[in-house]
């Protein structure tokens, strides 16, 4: 089990790794090895998540989540498919983490009555010179 956090954890089953070769520099390794690690976590069908945070996910991951529902997680960072397959679960900890934590409302605020009457006398102060600047009648 993969703990996410939040009370939520994710069966290692779940997830399903499919490695490919690399793009970018990287020499005759980048040419012979598949070091590219995707996972792919099926969201809408994951039976360790509640339809509250399915929901969730699907709003705040939306970009990343398939029309069938696959959450996909590309790591090609690493010159290894281990350290990338570790690099991809831990990226996915993250994104579902952050995902699942519920926002909290912005409490409403007033202006403190002393920085209004800061600004509305720096106003005044500003005009006073723009006066003096006049030309007498």
């Known amino acids: 089990m993969i703990e996410i956090g939040h009370g939520v954890q994710i069966d290692e089953d779940e997830l ?8 970018g520099p990287g020499g005759q390794n980048v040419n012979k090895v598949s070091t590219r690690v995707t996972l792919l976590l099926d969201v809408r069908n ?14 705040r991951l939306a970009s990343r989540i398939s029309k069938d529902g ?15 397959r570790e690099l991809a679960v831990q990226r996915l900890i993250e994104l579902l983490n952050d995902a699942i934590r519920p926002r909290l409302r912005r409490k409403k605020t007033k202006t403190p ?14 005009g006073q010179i723009k006066d003096l600047r006049k030309k007498p009648l």
């Open 70 to 84: 696959l959450l996909r997680v590309v790591c090609q960072q690493e010159r290894s498919q281990h350290a990338n």
């Open 46 to 59: 994951s039976p360790n998540l509640s339809d509250d945070q399915k929901h969730r996910l699907a709003d």
């Open 16 to 23: 399903v790794f499919s490695a490919s070769r690399s793009s």
């Open 113 to 126: 009555r002393r920085a209004h009457e800061k600004r509305l006398d720096g106003k005044k102060r500003r």
